[in-house]
């Protein structure tokens, strides 16, 4: 909560960092609140309302339309990926008026498929058109690629790929950078992305 505060107090001058409480579904909640509502993604469409994630494996994903002045925001787990959350912000702001190849997006840092080992549950969730982001790993249980597969969701919703800026690293193998619960466990810091235009 300090580091919160301290964050949304050198941002007041671009505006009011806005937080979800982030449950690993499929809602988007349009901007401003007052309280933080339970979903995993997030619309603005005026400037002055930064749309903030937070994590520490899973992937938070940034959208931009600079053409309207509009952004979005989505928390990208596993559960979310599958649940194409990713895609539903992409919608969201297709349904205000934007327009697929008017936006930018950027995918931050989270866990990569070097490191995200997972069960056949995680499997089972995306189904046959998700295999291509699964991977065997050292021990013979399935890794994930959930940047790939987030990366996929943006470019079938009509993002042009060359506007998709992947960060390349992963949270789990960049101690020296990053928090990551898969390492660290539950005790572990988080880290905020935040979008926006200034007021």
Request: proline share 8%; hydrophobic share 40%; glycine share 12%.
């Amino acid at each position: 909560e300090e580091t919160i505060a301290r964050l949304r107090t050198a941002l007041e001058r671009a505006g009011c960092l806005l937080l979800l409480r982030q449950v690993h579904g499929t809602t988007v909640a349009t901007a401003p609140w007052r309280r933080p509502p339970e979903a995993d993604a997030a619309l603005a469409t005026v400037p002055g309302l930064l749309l903030g994630i937070a994590t520490a494996d899973c992937l938070p994903v940034l959208l931009v339309d600079p053409v309207r002045g509009a952004v979005a925001a989505a928390h990208a787990g596993w559960r979310g990926t599958a649940g194409r959350i990713t895609a539903r912000a992409v919608e969201a702001l297709l349904a205000t008026g934007s327009r697929p190849g008017d936006l930018l997006a950027a995918l931050g840092p989270g866990i990569g498929p070097c490191c995200y080992e997972v069960g056949q549950e995680v499997i089972a969730a995306f189904g046959p058109d998700g295999r291509p982001f699964f991977r065997p790993g050292p021990r013979g249980r399935p890794h994930l690629d959930v940047p790939g597969a987030n990366a996929r969701q943006l470019e079938a919703s009509g993002l042009r790929p060359e506007r998709i800026h992947r960060v390349e690293h992963c949270t789990s193998c960049r101690s020296d950078l990053y928090h990551s619960y898969r390492r660290d466990g539950a005790g572990t810091g988080r880290m905020i992305s935040f979008v926006g235009f200034r007021k």
